[in-house]
Every structure is written in structure tokens, then in C-alpha cells.
Nanobody, 120 residues
Framework: QVQLVESGGGLVQAGGSLRLSCRASGSIWTISGMGWYRQVAGRQRELVASMADDGTTEYANFVKGRFTISRDDAANTVHLAMNNLEPEGTAVYYC??????????????WGRGTQVTVSS
């Protein structure tokens, strides 16, 4: 099992910045990649950014170069730096970890989410 705890959400004005953090604990050796998703009530959860084990990153088109995902392996933590935030970015942001066991079984772990509210 892997536990994910997010922090860093809050209220910010449009154009402002926030830095989200997600600390993983438990069976972290099973993690093959981590990412951030967001969800607005009534809509599907969508990818914001992800980082694979080899450091390869992927970003949603709406990020437009404003967000950066990074990883601190010593602290088992992944960060999401968000700059120039827009009101459309208001959502609950979830940390995700993809796991893969030696048996081949795989899936995702999710954090509880952290609220980001961007005021206009």
C-alpha cells in the first residue's frame, strides 16, 4: 500500500502562484510514476501533469508552460509549481501514484485532494 498526502492548496488571486506537494509513504518502491490531476464538481478528473520514473514529464495543454512538476526523491515527494493561475483552474487537485508489482499487477493510488481556488 502507498499513502499519498497533499498539501499547498488554498485561495489565490488570478495571476498568482501556488506550489502543491505530495508526500508518498508505505510501499514506495512499487511506484512507477506520479502525477497531479484535477476535478471540478460534475466533471471528469483530468490530468494536469505527470512524471515517470525516468523523469519524463507530461503536461495538459491548458498548462501552457505555466506549471512545473518536480520530484524530490530523498523526501519521497512530488511538487507542482503553478504560476499565472486562472479562475478556470479552480478545482480539487489530486496526487496520483501509479504502482506496479513484480507480479505484473498495476494500478493507481490517490490522495484525498487539496482545494485550489483562484479568484478573479
Amino acid at each position: 500500500q502507498v499513502q499519498l498526502v497533499e498539501s499547498g492548496g488554498g485561495l489565490v488571486q488570478a495571476g498568482g502562484s501556488l506550489r502543491l506537494s505530495c508526500r508518498a509513504s508505505g510501499s514506495i518502491w512499487t511506484i512507477s510514476g506520479m502525477g497531479w490531476y484535477r476535478q471540478v464538481a460534475g466533471r471528469q478528473r483530468e490530468l494536469v501533469a505527470s512524471m515517470a520514473d525516468d523523469g519524463t514529464t507530461e503536461y495538459a495543454n491548458f498548462v501552457k508552460g505555466r506549471f512545473t512538476i518536480s520530484r524530490d526523491d530523498a523526501a519521497n515527494t512530488v511538487h507542482l509549481a503553478m504560476n499565472n493561475l486562472e479562475p478556470e483552474g479552480t478545482a480539487v487537485y489530486y496526487c496520483q501514484a501509479e504502482y506496479r508489482y513484480s507480479s505484473g499487477a498495476n494500478g493507481d493510488y490517490w490522495g484525498r485532494g487539496t482545494q485550489v481556488t483562484v479568484s478573479s
